[in-house]
């Protein structure tokens, strides 16, 4: 927010800022002419210098007016991440007129880059809460409304859910028409379990929630992937950037004949499941003729998962804080032959870099296993099962196809010894279904479906992933109003990966979800022989499982209609040999198959690679 109003008459821009400042030392200079000097030196960089005219100004001046030199000094502040300075500004107009509602916004935000969540929250809470609001400038409806949705916004990343839903809806009852507010209003939904998902709240319509459910939530809601390329060009269209511009890669050119570069794009190059997917994909790479770079700004996370990755690197390219065309820039002028996209439209994740199109070969791969609709996207890693010749229609991408399976793996996973079922209260004589997937995958049709199919298996329990309060307690509720037992629902708290796999042992059938399937924690399951019960639709993200368990030798574990994933996880629940069977199979062949066959996989990727990059220089020499 910027409080600056038009001055009678500008500043000459040739006066020197030592003579202004010390005008405005003097308390010669009026309000108007401060912001306008001000105004103009922010905006050709020169924030240092407009700092020390703001302080200049205000220790001169004891007029009411400081209110709003201090509100400007406190944004300059800001702009400039000096958070713990722009804190203590704003803490001085707030000691002028404690009403002053812009203020307390951006002190709130202030605060919550320092981390002081409790006082970011009880700052906007004041502006959403208070009877009247003293503003300038602004709607005091616009100031309830950018409380109320930060601080939403906040407490849903301190994983406070059901308080982050409950300030949504009040921001909907407020202004009904906000896309973004809908849109996380689903997905928290979703993460609770909170069935039915699409709840209409005062004037938004049931409609308006689909239209405005993100493409992620939508992977979770529906396996019709017209639908979700409505929702990604929807994205695409409203949030990334329309180059049209001769692409970046053809203004650094390079000689023919070098090392084809492959560069992976992410934010996720860490404790992440794509972190914990892609290790061996870097190191493996041939470097005799394929170097291999990280462009990416992860979170430094301080793991060992982290560091084997840049371990594994030729180079990096730390892109955290870089603007996208300057990023785009850095990763042409670097000669990255193959841009491997690792988010595609994921949290974090930064689609307009491709629209500038860094690289000749830009390939979309793991992180959005769905199609991009991003114009710098121009293929897709898959297999098969994944992507059959009915679905391409419906993808941007085409599709680049490995023999076996789309999905790379490690196979240095560390895994803790083996834990007895004790230590998680399962009983020793029953049928273990699970499911560790995240909640947002849950949909009420599946859960039902597990219902049935424990009323059908007696004995059974069905062993879940605790990712949160609610969502424990609405599954709860929902098995009861089944008719099933809320104690044959046990949940497991998260831990760290190496336990993770270990208690994976513990579980005779993992039930996957839809249409969302199970990913990595299908890879995990497998690699630690369990077997995972899947159902296959129409989309990518719907048929991961399946190309996996093709890949690993058990097809009949692949069902296509929800009647036959019912049928099929009775037959096996009641017949516990064939389950035994399925795990003696895994443990002693499992590894051996293309699923988990992890050099031959990296080959495959390169020839594609090396393949494309030819075709490319081809082209580009007229050859």
């Known amino acids: 927010m910027d409080m600056s109003q038009p001055a009678a008459a500008l500043l000459d821009q040739a006066s020197l800022p030592d003579n202004v400042i010390a005008r405005a030392r003097a308390g010669g200079m009026p309000l108007q002419e401060l912001m306008s000097v001000a105004q103009q030196w922010q905006t ?13 100004w205000v220790e001169s001046n004891q007029s009411p007016q400081r209110l709003l030199a201090l ?4 944004t300059v502040l800001g702009e400039m991440r000096r958070h713990a300075e722009a804190e203590a500004v704003y803490q001085r107009a707030l000691a002028l007129n404690p009403d002053f509602a812009q203020a307390k916004l951006n002190l709130g935000h202030q605060l919550e880059h320092q981390g002081k969540t409790a006082e970011a929250l009880a700052q906007w809470q004041a502006v959403y ?17 950018h409380a109320l949705n930060n601080a939403a916004r906040l407490l849903e990343s301190e994983r406070r859910l059901d308080e982050s839903e409950a300030l949504m809806k009040r921001s909907l009852l407020l202004k009904p028409e906000q896309g973004d507010v809908q849109q996380h209003y689903v997905h928290i939904r979703q993460k609770q379990c909170e069935w039915p998902i699409y709840q209409p709240i005062g004037d938004v319509t049931h409609n308006q929630l689909l239209v405005n459910t993100s493409l992620l939530a939508t992977l979770s809601a529906t396996d019709d992937p017209a639908i979700q390329l409505m929702v990604a060009q929807r994205f695409v269209n409203e949030r990334v950037v329309k180059y049209k511009g001769k692409p970046f890669h053809q203004l650094h050119a390079r000689p023919a004949g070098e090392k084809i570069r492959v560069g992976y794009l992410s934010g996720d190059l860490r404790m992440h499941a794509v972190g914990l997917l892609t290790p061996e994909l870097f190191e493996l790479h041939d470097r005799s003729r394929f170097e291999v770079h990280a462009l990416c ?22 892109l ?5 065309p300057q ?12 841009l491997v996209d690792l988010q595609g439209l994921t949290s974090g994740a930064r689609p307009n870099i491709l629209a500038y199109r860094p690289a000749p070969v830009q390939v979309g791969y793991l992180g959005l296993p769905a199609t991009s609709a991003l114009p710098g996207e121009d293929y897709i890693i898959a297999d098969r099962f994944t992507m059959p010749p009915e679905y391409l229609p419906l993808c941007t991408e085409k599709p680049i196809y490995l023999p076996h399976c789309y999905q790379v793996s490690d196979r240095q996973r560390e895994v803790a010894p083996t834990p007895d079922r004790a230590r998680y209260g399962l009983p020793e004589d029953a049928f273990v279904f699970c499911s560790f997937n995240n909640n947002h995958k849950y949909t009420e049709e599946m859960f039902s479906a597990w219902m049935q199919i424990l009323q059908r298996v007696p004995g059974s329990l069905l062993w879940l992933l605790a990712d949160n309060s609610w969502a424990e307690s609405n599954m709860k509720a929902a098995a009861q109003a089944q008719g099933v037992a809320p104690e044959r629902l046990h949940f497991a708290p998260r831990v760290a990966p190496p336990e993770y796999l270990a208690r994976f042992q513990l579980a005779d059938l993992v039930l996957d ?3 969302y399937n199970a990913g990595t924690t299908a890879s995990d399951c497998l690699w630690m022989g369990t077997p995972i019960l899947t159902r296959s639709g129409r989309c990518y993200i719907s048929r ?11 097809p009949d574990l692949v069902t296509y209609s929800l009647p036959e994933y019912i049928e099929r996880a009775v037959q096996i629940g009641r017949q516990p040999l064939r389950a035994a069977s399925y795990k003696r199979y895994l443990r002693e062949q499992g590894r051996q198959t293309p699923l988990f066959d992890i050099p031959a996989m990296v080959r495959d990727l390169e020839r594609e690679f090396e393949r494309l990059v030819l075709e490319h220089r081809r082209k580009a020499t007229g050859g």
């Open 44 to 56: 050709g960089g020169r924030l240092n210098e407009c700092l020390a005219l703001y302080e200049a």
């Open 71 to 74: 509100f400007n000094w406190g």
């Open 129 to 145: 809460d208070a009877g009247e609001l003293m503003a300038i400038g602004a709607e005091p409806v616009d100031l309830r409304l």
């Open 297 to 318: 700004w992860s979170k430094e996370d301080g793991t060992a998962q982290r560091a084997r990755i840049l371990k594994a690197m030729d180079r990096v390219m730390p």
């Open 320 to 324: 955290a804080g870089v603007e996208d």
């Open 327 to 338: 990023a785009a820039r850095q990763i042409a002028e670097a000669g990255i032959d193959v």
């Open 513 to 515: 979800t839809f249409p």
């Open 544 to 554: 991961m499982a399946g190309s996996l368990l093709t890949a690993v030798g058990l």
